[in-house]
């Protein structure tokens, strides 16, 4: 927890905000190391069901579709789709 805090200082110090997300990866990763597979799963289906709205919400929100340019939406569908096919 303290390693999340120090984390999120330092992103705050730098202004590079799009580390967030991946430090949230990388935490995720790092208590699944942790935890094997004694993880406290009523806990993690709690906190889950409370912060899913707000991580898709904040991640949808750094979303600029000003700089994005109209030649990918073809490929991101594309990705969208061969993952949910693959799912």
């Not at 579709?65 to 030649?71: K, N």
């Amino acid at each position: 927890m303290t390693f999340l805090l120090i984390f999120i200082v330092i992103v705050e110090v730098t202004h590079y905000h799009e580390a967030l997300f991946v430090g949230t990866l990388c935490f995720a990763y790092v208590l699944h190391i942790f935890w094997g597979q004694d993880k406290p799963q009523k806990q993690i289906n709690y906190s889950l069901k409370f912060f899913k709205p707000f991580l898709f919400g904040t991640i949808g929100a750094a979303i600029n579709f000003d700089e994005m340019e109209f030649s990918l939406i073809p490929l991101a569908i594309l990705v969208i789709m061969s993952a949910l096919f693959v799912r």
